[in-house]
C-alpha cells in the first residue's frame, strides 16, 4: 500500500447500509494513501488515549452482554480479536484469522460504493472502517466505526461455514450489481451479516454485527415479545424493507451456518426477476399465515 491510488475515490454512494443523504463520514483523501479499491493503511498512529479507552470500554460492555445472547461461534472466536484495552492494529488479527479461514481485514476510511464492498469480499477481503466514535457517542453512531466492523464482525470471519457464506455473497453481489439488483441484495446482508439470529440448541441467539455491538439490541433482537422472527426465505427477506435508525422490526432466523451457505449456491437470476413483480413489505408487516415466531 506504498503507492498513492492513481484515482482516488471520490462519490461514494453507502448503498450497502442504506440510502442516505448524508455524505459519508470519514476522510476519503488521507493524502492520496487511499487506493482506487477504497482500501487504504489503519492509521494506527492517530489514534489517541481517548479513543484508545472508547475502544476499550466499549469492548468490556459488550462483552459482558454476551453470555445467554450471542451464538456460541462469536463468543468462541472473541477471544481471537487478542487486545482488548486498546484499538488492535489489523496485522495482529491478520494473523490468526488468516490462518482460520483464509480472510484478512482491510483498513477503508467509511462506508464504501457496493461494486468495490462486493469485490472486496468476493476476495476474502473484509472492509473495517478505521475511525472510532467520539465519546458522546458511546451508545449510538448511524455509521459503522471501527468497533462496530471490529467487534460485531470479525469474530464471525472466523468460523469456516459462514466465512464461506460471506464471500459467496460478495461474488453474488458483484453479479446483482451488474443486474441492478444490488439494492435487494443489500437487504439480504443486512438480515443475515448484520442482523441475523440463529436457533442454537440451547435457543435462539444473534450473530448480526449490528445486534452484537449494540448495546441495547441484543436483548431486543433476542429476548423482547416486541419483534417478529421469521424462518429466513430468500424471497421473503429480500422484499422486506429495514430500518437503519431504530431496532429492527422483525428478524429472520437460521438453522445453521451451513444452511446459510446453501441457500446462497443457486443462481439468484430468477429470483431477482421474481422480486421485480413483488411488492416490498414495510419493516414490522407480517404477511397471511405468518406468526412472526420462528
Ligand atoms: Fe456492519
Redesign the pocket.
Known sequence: MDTPAAAAPAAVTPVVYGASDRPPRGDYSRGGVVQADYTCPQDWASYTAADHDTYKRLYERQAAQLPGLACDAFINALPLLGVKDRIPRFEEINERLHRATGWEIVAVPGLIPELPFFTLLANRKFPVTDWIRKPEEFNYIVE?DVF??LF??VPMLFDPAFADYVQRYGQGGIKAHELGAGEKLARLYWYT??FGLIRQPDGLRAYG??ILSSVGELQHAVCSNEPHRLPLDLLRTMRTLYKIDTYQANYFVIESFAQLFDLTAPDFTPLYRALEVESDIPAGVLLPGETGKA
Open positions: 459503522p462496530h466492523d460485531g464482525h451479516v448484520e454485527a449490528g
